[in-house]
C-alpha cells in the first residue's frame, strides 16, 4: 500500500512505484525483530557501491537464494551453496559479500546461542528509541553519525563485513533507528513520538 494521494515526499524516492511503496510503508519505521534486522542489514550490506533501486528490485530473488533469510540455514551454507549463489543471475553475485551474508548468519546464531538478543543489541546504540532528526529539503541527509560509527565498529569488531559507517548508517535509516524523513514529509509526522 502506499499513499498516492500524498505528494509531500522525501525527494530521494523519485516517482518510481517500487521506490515509492519502499519509501511509504518501510522506509524509517522502527523494527524489532532480530531476524529482519539482520536481514536488512544484509541487503544495505549488498548494495555497497550499487544504488538501493538495485536491491528492492532483487531482494525477492535475494531472498529465495538466501533461504528467507533464515539464519541456521544460511550458517549452513557450504562452498557448493557459495557456487550456486554465484551462478544465480538473481543476487549480487560478488564472491565477497556473498561470503560476509553467510558469516554473518554464523556470528548472528552464535550471539543468539550464546543468549544475546541481535535486536536489542542493535538498538542499544541509539538508547532503544529512534533518533528525531529534523530535516528540511534544504538540509542535506547525513551519510554517518557518532552511532553508526560506534555500531559499524562493533559490528566489524564481532566480525561482521560491509558494515562502515556509512552502510550502517543507511541500515539505521532503513530500520528506523533514526527518523530522516524530511519534515515536509508526510512520513515524518507518522513516525515521530507521541502518533
Known amino acids: 500500500m502506499t499513499y498516492a494521494d500524498h505528494?509531500?515526499?522525501c525527494p530521494w524516492c523519485g516517482t518510481d512505484?517500487?521506490?515509492?511503496a519502499y519509501?511509504?510503508?518501510?522506509?524509517?519505521?522502527?523494527?524489532?525483530?532480530?531476524?529482519?534486522?539482520?536481514?536488512?542489514?544484509?541487503?544495505?550490506?549488498?548494495?555497497?557501491?550499487?544504488a538501493w533501486i538495485t536491491i528492492l528490485r532483487k531482494r525477492e530473488g535475494i531472498r529465495n537464494a538466501f533461504a528467507n533469510f533464515d539464519p541456521d540455514r544460511v550458517a549452513a551454507f557450504d562452498e557448493a551453496d557459495v557456487e550456486r549463489?554465484?551462478?544465480?543471475?538473481?543476487?549480487?553475485?560478488?564472491?565477497a559479500k556473498i561470503m560476509a551474508a553467510i558469516e554473518g548468519?554464523?556470528?548472528f546464531v552464535a550471539m543468539r546461542d550464546n543468549g544475546e538478543d541481535f535486536s536489542q543489541w542493535i538498538w542499544s546504540f541509539v538508547g532503544g528509541t529512534p533518533i528525531q532528526n529534523h530535516l528540511?529539503?534544504?538540509?542535506p541527509y547525513p551519510t554517518e553519525s557518532p552511532e553508526s560509527r560506534a555500531l559499524s565498529k562493533a559490528l566489524k569488531q564481532r566480525g561482521f563485513k560491509f558494515?562502515?559507517?556509512v552502510i550502517v548508517y543507511a541500515f539505521m535509516?532503513?530500520?528506523?533507528?533514526?527518523?530522516?524523513?524530511?519534515t515536509t514529509c508526510f512520513r515524518h509526522q507518522a513516525l515521530s513520538p507521541g502518533r
Not at 85 to 95: E, F, G, K, T, V
Open 136 to 139: 528540511g529539503p534544504d538540509r
Open 163 to 165: 558494515v562502515g559507517p
Open 23 to 50: 519509501h511509504d510503508t518501510e522506509w524509517g519505521v522502527p523494527e524489532y525483530d532480530a531476524r529482519a534486522l539482520w536481514e536488512k542489514l544484509v541487503l544495505d550490506g549488498m548494495q555497497a557501491g550499487l
Open 173 to 182: 535509516q532503513a530500520v528506523g533507528m533514526v527518523n530522516d524523513h524530511q
Open 17 to 20: 512505484p517500487l521506490y515509492v
Open 105 to 107: 548468519a554464523r556470528l
Open 7 to 9: 505528494s509531500e515526499r
Open 85 to 95: 549463489l554465484l551462478n544465480d543471475a538473481r543476487i549480487i553475485r560478488s564472491r
